[in-house]
């Protein structure tokens, strides 16, 4: 499976991004999509994940900002309200079986 993500960029606090992550090559039996970040010299934490029955999950500190949404073998992330501790590399995940793969990072930056 190959991972493409894209959407990152500058914002200012306030603002709004929209990530989005295309899945390609041997995509089937996909159980979970998500999406991941890592700030500078924090280690990589959960941003949000949905199964493919469309149940999602949500670090506390995204929740009501954030929204995830999956078409297919796409996921996108939705980021509103944007904070300056939203500043991260983000990572596109996928679960098939007991297989991991990610996607490389796109850079966010939320500042003024």
């Known amino acids: 499976v190959q991972l493409q993500a894209s959407g990152g960029g500058l914002v200012q606090p306030g603002g709004s991004l929209r990530l989005s992550c295309a899945a390609s090559?041997?995509?089937?039996?996909?159980?979970?999509m998500g999406w991941y970040r890592q700030a500078p010299g924090k280690q990589r934490e959960l941003v949000a994940t949905?199964?493919?029955?469309?149940r999602t999950n949500y670090a506390d500190s995204v929740k009501g900002r954030f929204t995830i949404s999956r078409d297919n073998a796409k996921v996108y992330l939705q980021m509103n309200s944007l904070k300056p501790e939203d500043t991260a590399d983000y990572y596109c995940?996928?679960?098939?079986?007991?297989?991991?793969?990610w996607g490389k990072g796109t850079q966010v930056t939320v500042s003024s």
């Open positions: 995940n996928v679960k098939q079986g007991a297989m991991n793969y």
């Open positions: 949905i199964t493919n029955g469309g």
């Open positions: 090559g041997s995509i089937f039996s996909i159980n979970v």
